[in-house]
């Protein structure tokens, strides 16, 4: 997807296939038999396809990056402008808040910010950064705002130097993929010496030179699974295509099987089972500094959040905010961070600090009365040098109206549900029950002392009170469990646990970082996208298994046939053009029909026994059979022609048993596709002209 138009075209024109195909049909032409490189016909139409779709697939996955990618903003005549980061130079002033990736090398000229610069160092401690700090590209803003100067070019940024963008983003593990490039690298391996020895061979047994051509390159023709790589890569794209218009951004072609292959879902509360929007249900709070303390932590943070806007909302319609001289001398700023879950002020001094009361006091019969008082609310207290309560602040949260479908969905299929979140357990066990989560067990990490996540996921599904860090190692101890795990998120505290899960998905209104993080971008921010794009997923895989099927039959005995008739002093009992017509009727018609059809079961992660349960002893099956009939003609003086037939017709025969074996039950699509190419079958072999086109001989 990250290549030019010509790349793409030069990638799939020069491959080893094209090479081997184009050599071939060399070898055919030169001993005069035009018609018998029809095969490289065949290889052409591939080729086109593949690159057809792949640009098709690129240039949506372009025109989806312009409405995903944020721009970085830039003071410009005074003001602060968005632009293309090829339009940001040295010596601009950058424009940084919570969520943003830094573009390019600057230092810090104004404010106070926090940084994550965990996809650059490898650390995961957030990091402040003052006045004349450096900042480094491609780390995250997670706290606070600020001005700063811009001190590299895109070209010599740091990001751009380890392609630390690139490397953030782990390539999906695809069984598929790694399945694919053994069976190519092994094909190609024993390609050349086989190839070598069985045209040897095929002199001193056939009584002509183009005879002994035309087997040989069946031979290596039939060894090769062409179309698999083909089929693979165009259902993937095709895949990519048809999420694009349901505005789902695919950055990972092969993170679309890897998501259909998801047993558990980590969920974030907010922005996933909620709308991200809050509202104000009430204060509480008898004590006026309490209101003049929200506005001027609110007023001098900077923070930007679901939580800051709500309250914004609804204090700026209250009277009781007046300026006082009270809180006009501020001597400190604390901005607000995911990992202290608090944002605050020091007035003098006394410090105000705005957050969640586990991380404003240890006081247990504080922390007990606040969160009894306070069931299914968000909470937030403001305090006052820690241990005067001012008041008390409960929250809602905006449900999804989908949410309540996508968790049902969830649970037909047979996926866990794991919610971990950072708020309150209160609150996010009353969402959960809401939108229909059903017996999960909630624990809030930050009241642990000692925490061993293995027995955590096991014993528990809703996570509260996480910080990003123990986000990551939630996930990273369901991996271990040998769990296929999907984390979805919308925040910078999201961006570690995405980063260690098999496949992430972020909302196109989250944080610049959490979307270039995510191998997929719901770019209309509505998470009722999630059940398509596993049910895409599984189509392409639980199809491309029955299409491999296919393919590799054909190369078993292939390669059997190859091998013996290396030492065998019989007649190679196929020619290249009737393999060509075996390869459509058998292989790429069943292949593309079988690879397109709605299929939505989730992979039972058997593909290798699954593509191997019919293949290999079909393959077995045709090998036999081919080396009883080049027997029997060889004591019978049967004439190569009649040879071919037959081989065709028993070929034929036993390759349908396989596409039977493969579609069923039959319904009408896979009938109808079962009738056609028997019907194609029996006319090429009866209606004179094809009949002498593919060299076919009948007794009467």
Known sequence: MKH???KIIFKNTFTLFNLVNVILAVMVLIVGSP??????GVAIANTLISIINEVRAKKIVDKLKLLSEKQPTILKNGQPTEVPLDEVSKGDILILKLGDQIPLDARLKQGTIEV?????????????????????????VVAGSAEAL????????FISKLQSEASAIKTADSKLFRLMNNIVKYISYALIPIGALLLWSRFRTEPDGTTAVTSTVAALINMIPEGLILLTSSVLALATVRLSRKKVLVQDLYATETLARVDCFCLDKTGTLTTGKMTVHDYKSRDESFYKAIKSILSTTEADNATTSALKKSLALDPKFQATSEFTKITEVIPFSSDRKYSGIRVGDTKYLLGAIDFLTSDKKIINKIKSESSGYRTLVVMRDGTDLLGVIHLTDEIRSTAHDIIKYFYDNNIDIKIISGDD?????????????????G?????????NYTKLVKDYGI??????????????????EGRTVAMTGDGVNDILAMKEADVSIAIGEGADAARRAAKFVLLDSGYEAVPAIIDEGRQSINNLERSTTLFLAKTVYASILAVLFVVLPLSYPYSPIEMSLLNFLCIGAPGVILALEKNTARPKDKFKYNITHYSIPIGITVSIAMLVLSIVARFANLEHSYLITLSYFITFVIDVVLVYLISRPLNKLRFALLAGIIIIALAALFIPFSRTFFEFALPF
Not at 116 to 140: A, C, M, W, Y
Not at 152 to 157: F, I, L, M, P, V
């Open 35 to 40: 018609k018998n490189a029809l095969f490289l």
């Open 116 to 140: 994550n610069e965990s996809f650059v160092t490898g650390e995961q401690d957030n990091i402040e950064k003052h006045p004349g700090d450096r900042l480094i590209s491609g780390s995250f």
């Open 4 to 6: 030019s138009i010509a």
């Open 150 to 157: 811009v001190e590299s070019t895109t070209a010599d940024s």
């Open 425 to 441: 357990l209160g609150a996010v066990t009353e969402i959960a029950n809401r939108v229909g989560v059903k017996d999960l067990h």
């Open 463 to 480: 996570f509260t009170r996480v910080t990003p860090s123990e986000k990551k190692q939630l996930v990273a101890a369901l991996r271990k």
């Open 443 to 451: 624990v809030n990490l930050s009241e642990l002392k000692s925490k």
